[in-house]
């Protein structure tokens, strides 16, 4: 793909982040979609193609009145919208839609209107991951850290780090459901939910949605405001069932997604000013760390808990408090990029100077997808 | 009353003789005869090298803990926490999830890398689940 061929002109979450009781999951999506279309000063008739996860293409098009010409129902969980904004920019290029809506929403904590998830008994995970106790992202999504922390020499107190970090950054965040100051102690002696990972190095469960406009580069500098541009995709699966993941020492999702993303942009590690990186629980951050490149993973606990991703650190990393402290509806991958869209137009609540480029990496399912998007504010 | 609710395997085609395995006692896995690749979960071909032509044989039972979570919240239907859910690297090499039986849930009992031995568990008439247990000797 082209650098910088397509932008981001506009860009809003849902109203409210948190608790919505007064709002079912398909209007969570209409709000969420409303506020990005006045973001970008346009009306719901300019938008000709559309993406979303989990609900159909067709659900919110007809509930938003939306006649596209493109359309990506890619669903493969909480990174699906990085999926989509590259699928985006490639339809924006091949000249099959002009300006792209991609939504999400979730009745996470409230769940009105959500779809039921299941596991049918004679599918794969329902005959050989289900009958052994496995339940929900917390049973599952922890199972490879303990060989993560053998391998590389990670220490609990590390993995507790990353939730007082991001703590941290949570504080600087109105709108983070969390905010806080906890410590490595907090964190270890909080509610044990799936050894090694107790309550604090957990996501939250939340209600939210958030909603991107991407147009060409051409056509984004008549919106009102900055353009965020695309610099760099990358996307890749590997497997639904964690246990047949290759190995547990990285993703290989990751390992795909996260440097093809760089080398379409282009950039070397040191150009990166901050970075998201889809903390679901505690040790994603050290896999992503590790996965995209940015060092060894024997350093990836270390370097976080020495305080280079903390605010005024070398690395801005989860600047909005990430889903452990800023939301978590079930698929946050729309909130990362909602961030570094923020900060890309210098509007963030904890605004990292001067920052030019920033990347975005998200998980799906527990490491079985995962997609990165590059962005920068600088053409 | 909550064992009833365990989450219970439905057999496929492609499955069904894992599952009859287990119900005679054996752990049977599948192997590529064009290169030689052992893989799991069945599939009717094989996943390396595309191969349709794979056998299945009866694995040793034997490997060893790779990683495992201690669940205590919440807990599946059908399960007391806490309890540990376990990915076992078998002997052949391929990778299955599983519990692990006669042996403590607590992080200084499950030692990464122990030994373990497949330890079966009927469920009913139709499925027998195969847990591991800490090997003997
Ligand atoms: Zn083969």
Redesign the pocket.
């Given at each position: 793909m082209r650098r910088n061929a397509v932008a981001v002109v506009g860009a809003a979450e849902t109203t409210e982040l948190g608790v919505i009781p007064n709002m079912s999951q398909i209007q969570l999506h209409a709000d969420a979609a409303l506020n990005a279309i006045a973001d970008a000063g346009l009306k719901l008739s300019d938008i000709d193609g559309f993406a979303t996860a989990v609900e159909s293409p067709q659900q919110v098009c007809h509930y938003l009145g939306i006649k596209p010409t493109w359309v990506d129902g890619t669903s493969v969980g909480g990174c699906s919208f990085m999926l989509h904004v590259r699928h985006a920019a490639a339809a924006i290029e091949a000249g099959l839609c002009k300006t792209v809506l991609i939504t999400h929403a979730e009745s996470g904590k409230s769940m009105i209107g959500k779809l039921p998830r299941s596991i049918p008994a004679d599918s794969l995970q329902g005959q050989f991951e289900a009958p052994f106790g496995v339940y929900g992202p917390p049973s599952m999504f922890p199972i490879p850290v303990l060989r993560f922390m053998k391998t590389y020499g990670v220490t609990h107190e590390q993995l507790a780090s990353v939730a007082v970090v991001q703590r941290e950054w949570a504080a600087k965040n109105p709108r983070a459901s969390m905010k806080d100051p906890i410590t490595v102690a907090d964190v270890l002696n909080s509610r044990m939910i799936a050894y090694p990972f107790r309550l604090l190095q957990c996501c939250l469960v939340t209600d939210g949605g958030g909603a991107l406009i991407l147009t060409s580069a051409d056509r984004a500098k008549d919106f009102p405001r900055k353009p965020v541009y695309i610099l760099g995709t990358g996307e890749s699966v590997e497997t639904p069932m964690v246990s047949q993941m290759e190995t547990f020492n990285s993703s290989r999702a990751f390992k795909v997604a996260g440097p093809l993303a760089f080398k379409e942009a282009g950039i070397a590690h040191k150009d990166v000013d901050h970075l998201m990186i889809y903390d679901a629980f505690a040790h994603l951050p050290l896999y992503g760390l590790g996965d995209l490149g940015f060092m060894p993973y024997e350093e990836t606990g270390k370097f976080i808990a020495d305080g280079n991703t903390r605010p005024g650190g070398k690395l801005p990393l989860n600047t909005n408090g990430g889903g452990l402290s800023y939301m978590h509806s079930g698929m946050y991958g729309m909130y990362a990029l909602q961030e570094s869209v923020r900060q890309m137009r210098g509007i963030a609540p904890a605004q990292v100077n001067d920052a030019k480029i920033s990347v975005c990496h998200g998980v799906g399912g527990m490491f079985a997808a995962s997609g990165t998007i590059i962005f920068t504010n600088e053409k | 009353m909550a064992e009833a609710a365990r989450a219970k395997p439905k057999p496929t085609p492609e499955t069904q003789h894992f599952w009859d395995g287990t119900k005679a006692g054996e752990l049977r896995l599948q192997r590529?005869?064009?290169?030689?690749?052992v893989y799991f979960p069945p599939r009717p071909f094989?996943?390396?090298?595309?191969?349709r032509k794979?056998s299945v044989f009866k694995a040793s039972g034997k490997g060893k803990l790779y990683s495992y979570v201690i669940n205590h919240r919440p807990a599946a239907p059908g399960f007391t926490p806490p309890y540990a859910i376990a990915v076992v690297e078998l002997d052949e090499g391929p990778r299955m999830m599983s519990n692990i039986v006669d042996c403590p849930q607590t992080p200084e009992a499950l030692v990464l890398d122990m030994k373990l031995e497949v330890a079966f568990e009927k469920l009913d008439d139709k499925i027998t689940l195969p847990n591991f247990r800490p090997a003997k000797g």
């Amino acid at each position: 793909m082209r650098r910088n061929a397509v932008a981001v002109v506009g860009a809003a979450e849902t109203t409210e982040l948190g608790v919505i009781p007064n709002m079912s999951q398909i209007q969570l999506h209409a709000d969420a979609a409303l506020n990005a279309i006045a973001d970008a000063g346009l009306k719901l008739s300019d938008i000709d193609g559309f993406a979303t996860a989990v609900e159909s293409p067709q659900q919110v098009c007809h509930y938003l009145g939306i006649k596209p010409t493109w359309v990506d129902g890619t669903s493969v969980g909480g990174c699906s919208f990085m999926l989509h904004v590259r699928h985006a920019a490639a339809a924006i290029e091949a000249g099959l839609c002009k300006t792209v809506l991609i939504t999400h929403a979730e009745s996470g904590k409230s769940m009105i209107g959500k779809l039921p998830r299941s596991i049918p008994a004679d599918s794969l995970q329902g005959q050989f991951e289900a009958p052994f106790g496995v339940y929900g992202p917390p049973s599952m999504f922890p199972i490879p850290v303990l060989r993560f922390m053998k391998t590389y020499g990670v220490t609990h107190e590390q993995l507790a780090s990353v939730a007082v970090v991001q703590r941290e950054w949570a504080a600087k965040n109105p709108r983070a459901s969390m905010k806080d100051p906890i410590t490595v102690a907090d964190v270890l002696n909080s509610r044990m939910i799936a050894y090694p990972f107790r309550l604090l190095q957990c996501c939250l469960v939340t209600d939210g949605g958030g909603a991107l406009i991407l147009t060409s580069a051409d056509r984004a500098k008549d919106f009102p405001r900055k353009p965020v541009y695309i610099l760099g995709t990358g996307e890749s699966v590997e497997t639904p069932m964690v246990s047949q993941m290759e190995t547990f020492n990285s993703s290989r999702a990751f390992k795909v997604a996260g440097p093809l993303a760089f080398k379409e942009a282009g950039i070397a590690h040191k150009d990166v000013d901050h970075l998201m990186i889809y903390d679901a629980f505690a040790h994603l951050p050290l896999y992503g760390l590790g996965d995209l490149g940015f060092m060894p993973y024997e350093e990836t606990g270390k370097f976080i808990a020495d305080g280079n991703t903390r605010p005024g650190g070398k690395l801005p990393l989860n600047t909005n408090g990430g889903g452990l402290s800023y939301m978590h509806s079930g698929m946050y991958g729309m909130y990362a990029l909602q961030e570094s869209v923020r900060q890309m137009r210098g509007i963030a609540p904890a605004q990292v100077n001067d920052a030019k480029i920033s990347v975005c990496h998200g998980v799906g399912g527990m490491f079985a997808a995962s997609g990165t998007i590059i962005f920068t504010n600088e053409k | 009353m909550a064992e009833a609710a365990r989450a219970k395997p439905k057999p496929t085609p492609e499955t069904q003789h894992f599952w009859d395995g287990t119900k005679a006692g054996e752990l049977r896995l599948q192997r590529c005869d064009a290169c030689a690749n052992v893989y799991f979960p069945p599939r009717p071909f094989c996943p390396s090298c595309a191969s349709r032509k794979v056998s299945v044989f009866k694995a040793s039972g034997k490997g060893k803990l790779y990683s495992y979570v201690i669940n205590h919240r919440p807990a599946a239907p059908g399960f007391t926490p806490p309890y540990a859910i376990a990915v076992v690297e078998l002997d052949e090499g391929p990778r299955m999830m599983s519990n692990i039986v006669d042996c403590p849930q607590t992080p200084e009992a499950l030692v990464l890398d122990m030994k373990l031995e497949v330890a079966f568990e009927k469920l009913d008439d139709k499925i027998t689940l195969p847990n591991f247990r800490p090997a003997k000797g």
